[in-house]
């Protein structure tokens, strides 16, 4: 029975993907504790920066830019 250009094209697909697979070393409990403070920081500063961007209130940017030095001093110490 022939096998149509999509099931082909899916198969290949597949292979590509479990050849080109790398392999991770395991993280530890305190590796994967540090990854995600520094991810979620990561996110907080992108959107304090964000924010940034569109503030007017000059209060408001003060904070804003005080919070980025935040985030950025948590960053620097997350080693």
Known sequence: ???GF???FVEAQQEEATRTHTVRPAMTDE???VA???ATLELARVRA???LQSATAPAYRRMLEQALAA?????A???
Do not use: F, H
């Open 1 to 3: 029975m022939a096998r």
């Open 6 to 8: 999509d099931s082909k």
């Open 31 to 33: 590796q994967r504790e």
């Open 36 to 38: 995600g403070r520094r």
């Open 49 to 51: 920066a964000g924010d």
């Open 71 to 75: 985030l950025d001093d948590q960053l």
């Open 77 to 79: 110490r997350l080693v």
